[in-house]
């Protein structure tokens, strides 16, 4: 077990630079889960980690050594593929004793790690049976297992999840979460389902186009995004955003929308926005931040003639249009309207989030 550091970590492939001096502290047995789109740079840091790639600038340090010039099997990691990299004609004991073998260790001890490590994934049955024999979460679980027996000192995980279906993706989530707690190591783990990193992690790295725009714990991200990419990226159904204006009125602030729509600015955030006022923003609002009409402090009158409605069982999303705007609210299916109906609603104010049209930073965080 060891803390990880990326200090300055550069990719560059010709000219282009796929991670762009990328530096992060991880702490001794913490989860963290690096997110973003295809192509953001997550796998390619992943794999300089790993001694897979060789990085182009920077230090990677595991405890206090810096890896840069070490092999894969000089740092003590172990790592879960997204295809599980099993060998098909090894047994699944056989495929978790590879590595130990490799190590040459006595007989007993490898049959005891593997012992230890099948009861804790709960595949003891499984461990004379070949690959091409089990599910795909009985090969996750077993390609766990192989990472497991090394005892290393951070755990790696590419995508691991994207190959099951949905109802086993979740049943694998809680396992693994389950498993560091058994035993908790140093675990860096990439995804692109943004559910999987806020449900998982102790923090998240969010990253495009080869850097970090934002690391933190899941709450502070959803809460807090620091730019328009983190809101949009953070949160199931994503965040609304609308061309606005922040306009002043007497001793009150009103985001002006492009169809003259006027939502008056709570107090509380008033005192820090005034400095904006008269400029262009982009302002967002969570389809959760939507909600059938009432007259409460912090919340805004918004009248919707309704497009589309989408049941989801407990919930309902409706999509309306303001101005050239379409937008996503969230609503209790009890009492939810249909398409074509006009809605009285009203927007939390006090969760609204405001961002630089042209840097795309936070003005509200």
């Known amino acids: 077990m060891a803390r990880l550091q990326l200090k300055n970590v550069v990719k560059s492939y010709g000219i282009h630079e796929a991670v762009r001096g990328v530096s992060l502290d991880i702490d001794d047995k ?119 027996v090394r005892n290393p000192k951070v755990f790696l995980f590419d995508e691991p999840l994207s190959n099951l279906d949905a109802k086993l993706r979740v049943k694998m989530r809680t396992e693994i979460k389950r498993l560091h707690k058994l035993l908790p190591t140093t675990t860096v783990y990439v995804t692109h389902d943004q559910v999987e990193a806020m449900t998982m992690a102790d923090r998240v790295v969010v990253m495009n186009r080869g850097i970090v725009e934002q690391m933190g714990e899941p709450q502070q991200l959803y809460l807090a995004p620091a730019s328009k990419f983190v809101a949009g990226f953070i949160g199931s159904p994503s965040m609304n955003f609308l061309p606005a204006r922040l306009v002043a009125e007497g001793d009150a602030l009103h985001i002006l929308l492009d169809d003259g729509t006027r939502l008056a600015v709570p107090a509380a955030r008033a005192a820090t926005l005034g400095r904006h006022a008269g400029t262009a923003v982009t302002f967002g609002i969570r389809p959760e931040s939507i909600g059938p009409r009432q007259d409460r402090p912090g919340w805004a009158p918004l009248d919707a003639a309704i497009d589309l409605v989408e049941p989801l069982g407990a919930t309902t999303m409706i999509y309306f249009n303001t101005g050239s705007s379409s937008l996503c609210a969230s609503l209790n299916s009890e009492g939810a309207p249909k398409a074509g109906m ?24």
């Not at 590879?98 to 049955?125: D, N, S, V």
């Not at 006009?342 to 965080?365: C, G, K, V, W, Y």
């Open 30 to 148: 913490e989860f963290v889960v690096f997110v973003g789109p295809s192509g953001c740079g997550k796998s390619t840091t992943l794999r300089m980690i790993a001694g897979l790639e060789h990085i182009s600038g920077g230090e990677i340090l595991i405890g206090d050594r810096v890896v840069n010039r070490l092999g894969p099997g000089q740092r003590d990691i172990a790592m879960v593929f997204q295809n599980y990299a099993l060998y098909p004609h090894m047994t699944v004991a056989e495929n978790i004793a590879f590595c130990l073998e490799q190590q040459r260790l006595p007989k007993p001890e490898i049959a005891a790690r593997i012992a230890a490590a099948a009861e804790t994934l709960h595949i003891t049955e499984l461990l004379e049976r070949r690959p091409a024999q089990l599910s795909g979460g009985q090969r996750q679980r077993v390609a766990m297992g192989r990472a497991i």
């Open 342 to 365: 006009t809605m009285p609603l009203s927007i939390n104010m006090t969760q609204m989030h405001l961002f630089d049209p042209q840097t795309e930073r936070s003005l509200t965080a």
